[in-house]
């Protein structure tokens, strides 16, 4: 299928993974203290470092500073910035606000057909495996993707993505200890709860997991009701 016919041409797709690439690259560095809060980055350095053009790391820098991670000062630069563990802990009642409703309205599409979701499991625990977080990172980030898009409701996905979750997820995994298949099988209650159609089991488990994502976080659960 190509653009004339309402596609995505393959040059786009490739320049949007190559930003993605750049992306996790950088969040790499910065988790890892490679690139230390403060430290400059210039688009042209990082091109060069990577072997691409500047455009799919202007693409990553865009990104990393909308998240907070990198920010712009006129004369000065792109640097990294200093993001405290409270700043990170603040995203997750926002998180958690958007996933409760998601697991309410997703519960009854999930059990009529569990199917996609259970196949997002199987992927994350296939990937906890191969002992690379950041590719856990990935995968878990596409499992509660699945998790808000079978609620069916596009306005609650875009304002989903709209919060940075790769990112989110990525910094998290690169900066903890936990065990991947331990982290891998924490997911399973998700979708036993959202299989069984229980909506209230499902904002409770959704809840509970998410609230402890982000070490530090100590918001309570939310409750969504309807």
Same mark, same amino acid.
């Given at each position: 299928?190509?653009?004339?016919?309402?596609?995505?041409?393959?040059?786009?797709?490739?320049?949007?993974?190559?930003?993605?690439?750049?992306?996790?690259?950088?969040?790499? %560095?910065?988790?890892?203290?490679?690139?230390? !809060?403060?430290? !400059?980055?210039?688009?042209?350095?990082?091109?060069?470092?990577?072997?691409?053009?500047?455009?799919? *790391?202007? %693409?990553?820098?865009? %990104?990393?500073?909308?998240?907070?991670?990198?920010?712009?000062?006129?004369? *000065?630069?792109?640097?990294?910035?200093?993001?405290?563990?409270?700043?990170?802990? %603040?995203?997750?009642?926002?998180?958690?606000?958007?996933?409760?409703?998601?697991?309410?309205?997703?519960?009854?599409? *999930?059990?009529?057909?569990?199917?996609?979701?259970?196949?997002?499991?199987?992927?994350?625990?296939?990937?906890?495996?191969?002992?690379?977080?950041?590719?856990?990172?990935?995968?878990?980030?596409?499992?509660?993707?699945?998790? *808000?898009?079978?609620?069916?409701?596009?306005?609650?996905?875009?304002?989903?993505?709209?919060?940075?979750?790769?990112?989110?997820?990525?910094?998290?995994?690169?900066?903890?200890?936990?065990?991947?298949?331990?982290?891998?099988?924490?997911?399973?209650?998700?979708?036993?709860?959202?299989?069984?159609?229980?909506?209230?089991?499902?904002?409770?488990?959704?809840?509970?997991?998410?609230?402890?994502?982000?070490?530090?976080?100590?918001? !309570?659960?939310?409750?969504?009701?309807?």
């Amino acid at each position: 299928m190509g653009a004339a016919d309402g596609g995505t041409s393959p040059g786009l797709l490739d320049r949007a993974t190559l930003g993605s690439r750049v992306r996790d690259y950088l969040l790499v %560095e910065i988790a890892n203290g490679r690139l230390a !809060p403060g430290s !400059p980055v210039r688009e042209l350095d990082i091109a060069k470092r990577l072997g691409t053009s500047q455009t799919p *790391v202007r %693409e990553a820098f865009r %990104e990393l500073a909308a998240f907070g991670l990198l920010e712009a000062r006129s004369h *000065v630069g792109t640097r990294v910035r200093e993001v405290g563990e409270r700043e990170l802990a %603040e995203a997750v009642p926002v998180r958690a606000a958007l996933e409760a409703v998601a697991a309410r309205l997703a519960a009854p599409h *999930v059990a009529a057909d569990p199917s996609r979701l259970e196949a997002a499991l199987d992927e994350l625990v296939r990937v906890a495996t191969l002992d690379d977080r950041l590719a856990y990172a990935n995968a878990c980030t596409q499992f509660h993707r699945e998790v *808000v898009r079978s609620a069916q409701n596009d306005s609650l996905l875009r304002a989903w993505n709209a919060l940075g979750i790769e990112i989110m997820t990525i910094m998290t995994m690169l900066t903890n200890e936990e065990p991947l298949d331990v982290a891998a099988e924490g997911h399973r209650g998700i979708v036993e709860a959202l299989a069984s159609g229980d909506a209230e089991r499902s904002v409770a488990i959704v809840n509970a997991h998410v609230a402890a994502y982000i070490p530090g976080a100590t918001e !309570p659960p939310v409750h969504v009701t309807g």
